[in-house]
């Protein structure tokens, strides 16, 4: 089992549509990352979190410690949000290691 | 205040030959992390950098090295490239003397084999 799990792996909605996507992990944590992928693309980063929510935008993001569990969401999506999302986590400890999730797949629709 | 900066940003590479790539990490930040990301997988963990030392390995060959300079800006190279060499290259910065708080990623290298 993968200490990264993310669901859906592939999501197809409709312009418009409110959007979640899901991470749990299995292991004690620092931060927890969501990354921004576009095809052919490089990495961008769209929120660190230790506790609680933020919001950007269109995206929020929160996450509960004790669930070992983090959601992004996203608000009236947009076709320009087709894009890879990737979730990934710091350790922690004395080397900090990072771990990604495989990530999931967003196709919006006009 | 720069984030992490990699070069360059895409190359294209005849196999067999052989590439550097450059990171440059976040200010304030004394260790790099590089990962590799093969089309349609999640990155996965190369080398990390320390004090101008490798600290940790993932599972890839020698042909994979790195460098830590004074400056904190580091370098991958890989010898003898092969086809499957084809990937994006990650490179994410974080600080191990302050805290271990905050990992910065860059936007990666796209290096295409041929």
């Known amino acids: 089992k993968n200490e990264v799990e993310q669901s859906p792996q592939n999501l197809t909605a409709q312009e418009g549509e409110f959007i979640t996507i899901n991470c749990s992990y299995s292991?004690?944590?620092?931060?927890l990352h969501w990354l921004q992928q576009h095809p052919g693309g490089g990495i961008v980063s769209l929120f660190m979190l230790s506790s609680g929510k933020k919001k950007h935008g269109r995206l929020i993001a929160t996450i509960n410690i004790q669930e070992k569990h983090s959601s992004l969401h996203i608000t009236a999506s947009h076709p320009r949000d087709s894009a890879v999302y990737i979730c990934a986590v710091e350790k922690g400890g004395a080397t900090n290691k990072l771990i990604f999730g495989t990530g999931t797949l967003l196709a919006v629709q006009p | 205040d720069a984030g992490v900066t990699q070069s360059p940003t895409h190359l294209i590479k005849t196999r067999g030959q052989q590439v550097t790539l450059r990171c440059s990490p976040k200010?304030?930040?004394?260790?790099v992390s590089w990962y590799q990301q093969a089309l349609g997988q999640g990155p996965q963990f190369i080398f990390q950098?320390?004090?101008?030392?490798?600290?940790q390995r993932g599972n890839f060959p020698d042909r994979f090295s790195g460098h830590q300079f004074p400056n904190y800006s580091s370098e991958l190279n890989v010898n003898a490239l092969l086809l499957g060499d084809s990937a994006l290259y990650l490179c994410a910065s974080s600080s191990l003397t302050a805290n271990h708080y905050g990992y910065t990623f860059g936007s990666g290298t796209r290096l295409t084999v041929v």
């Open positions: 950098y320390y004090e101008e030392e490798e600290r």
């Open positions: 200010s304030g930040h004394d260790t």
């Open positions: 292991v004690g944590i620092s931060a």
